[in-house]
């Protein structure tokens, strides 16, 4: 899991590096952020579980209005009070499921206001399971899952200036899979959905 944490790390800093080469400003960013995440289907729809997520961003400016945006979160997702087919076809109630992934968005961002300090972004993410676990009876259930996820990535928020280099935000941020997150399934699609509250710091390079 190190590895692939590491290699991702390297290859979105390396990529947007390369833009950050030719001209304009440059943000790095650093957020901690609390998630509602759910489950759906044509029939059902799961309860919303908790968790949080941590994130490492590059945002490359073309102008006063827009970016590009580039993210690495550890993001805690799954849902609550579904239940666990455990030994002898025991079905175990009130299973939490917790899954958490490596997620890396890559993202429009659109910057209005007065001072452009509010901002619009929008992209696609890909998603990288890195293990899945059930409360009910304790239980890895990573095997039963989809090894990554892609979806849409949608959020708005606001920087509040603390000095020329330094900048406070606050973001909502919304994910919609577009993947069955399970691995063999031969019902109706279920697909991932996770919304965010976070608030961050931003280091200006320019």
Known sequence: MKKLFLTAFLTLGCFLFSFAQNKGDVEFGVNLGFNLSNATADSFSTDTGTGFNVGFSTDYFFSDHW??????????????????????????????????????????????????NWYLHFGPYVGFLLNA???????????????????????????????DKLKIFIEYDGQSGFLDIFRDNRDDVVTGARSAFNVGLNFMMK
């Open 133 to 163: 676990k059930e409360s009910s009876l304790n239980t890895e259930v990573t095997d039963y899952y989809s090894s990554t996820d892609f979806g849409l990535a949608v959020g708005i928020g606001v920087k509040i200036p603390v000095s």
């Open 67 to 116: 970016s590009i945006k580039g993210k690495l979160i550890y993001d805690q997702k799954g849902w609550d009070n579904g239940y666990f087919q455990g030994q002898a076809g025991v079905h175990e109630p009130d299973a939490d499921y917790n899954l958490n992934y490596l997620t890396i968005p890559v993202t429009a961002n659109w910057h209005f206001g007065s001072k452009r």
